[in-house]
């Protein structure tokens, strides 16, 4: 029914899927979670009845067939993305999977196809295109408030617990500082150059662990006209996601422009004149406003935006260059 609740399914029991998406989902409103599952039947029941989930199952396969629910959240591992998000979608099921939506172009373009053959909305976990923030930016920049951008200088560090196990640092399961947080200023880049990168020009360097996983990666990506990201992430150094968006007359200035909270702000600088601006609304769950948009979608009030059919691949390909441009620099200096 139209005015039902839109019901969830979760696909494992990480971390954001407890800090990010269930306090966004009933901050949004229109939704409710029905299932959780993990390979771990115990410990899907544990999980559910501490987070106020109608039930916890065994096994991801039991979520994607269940004919009561109509959305899947997928926080799995990368390396699972791809498997898992084209069952849910050959279900019928809309999906919001998490960042990265696949580790490599050729995997993305499958779950690309199988959400176009399927008819179904497929949405990638970046939020923050869904932010007043950016909206605010955006309009900042088509009003010519800061001249011309030239270039966009990005980080996103956190640091990571020492932790051999931890599925960040493992290669079989698609980790890495670039797909974990070095994604976020590539989809900023191109959402606001609104363009994509020459992948021919791509510059990267990276700190690797023995299995090959990147710790830390710098990099530059080159826009038509000369226009540049310039970046760094990596598990090695305190959050920090400070952002900064420079033109030929002036600049602005992000402390968060991934996840803001109460306390960012972003700022439109013209020399000593600094305008500064609330990044958030006080309270409100980063991933909220993606989470009104989705069941807008799902009961027919809004048209979608930010599909991943329309943004994903790029993210993909940008990617794959600059790990690749990264690990010939391996080689060199080996």
């Not at 051999?164 to 150059?193: H, K, T, W």
């Not at 021919?200 to 826009?223: K, Y």
Request: charged share 25%; glycine share 8%; with cysteine.
């Amino acid at each position: 029914m139209i005015d039902d609740p839109i019901r969830w399914g979760i696909l494992g029991t990480a971390g954001i899927a407890e800090s990010s998406f269930l306090p966004a989902l009933r901050q949004a409103g229109d939704g409710v979670p029905v299932s959780v599952a993990s390979r771990d039947g115990a410990r899907a029941r544990s999980w559910a009845a501490e987070h106020d989930v109608a039930r916890g199952v065994a096994g991801y396969e039991q979520v994607v067939a269940d004919p009561e629910i109509e959305a899947i959240y997928i926080p799995l591992p990368n390396g699972l993305h791809a498997e898992w998000t084209i069952a849910a979608l050959e279900a019928g099921k809309a999906v919001l999977c998490e960042k990265p939506l696949c580790v490599t172009p050729e995997e993305a373009r499958r779950v690309l196809g199988a959400a176009e053959a399927a008819s179904v909305p497929l949405w990638e976990a970046f939020v923050f295109p869904f932010h007043e923030q950016i909206d605010r930016v955006r309009d900042a920049l088509a009003g010519g408030q800061i001249g011309e951008v030239r270039e966009i200088v990005s980080r996103f560090f956190h640091l990571l617990p020492d932790d051999p196990q931890d599925i960040r640092v493992s290669a079989e399961l698609g980790g890495g500082s670039l797909y974990d947080v070095g994604c976020y200023p590539i989809r900023l880049a191109r959402s606001l150059f609104d363009t994509e990168p020459d992948l021919d020009r791509t510059i990267a360097d990276a700190v690797w662990t023995t299995s090959g996983v990147d710790t830390e990666l710098w990099g530059a990506l080159i826009f038509p006209r000369d226009r540049r990201l310039l970046f760094s992430c990596g598990f090695v150094a305190a959050y920090d996601t400070f952002s900064r968006v420079l033109g030929t007359e002036g600049e602005i200035r992000m402390t968060n422009p991934f996840h803001p909270g109460t306390d960012d702000t972003f700022a439109i600088v013209h020399g000593d004149d600094v305008q500064e601006h609330a990044a958030a609304p006080a309270g409100e769950h980063s991933f909220t406003p993606a989470m009104r948009h989705i069941h807008a979608v799902l009961r027919g009030r809004e048209r979608p935006r930010h599909l991943a059919v329309d943004e994903a691949m790029g993210d993909a390909a940008a990617i794959a260059t600059l790990l690749a441009a990264a690990r010939r620099g391996l080689r060199a200096r080996a």
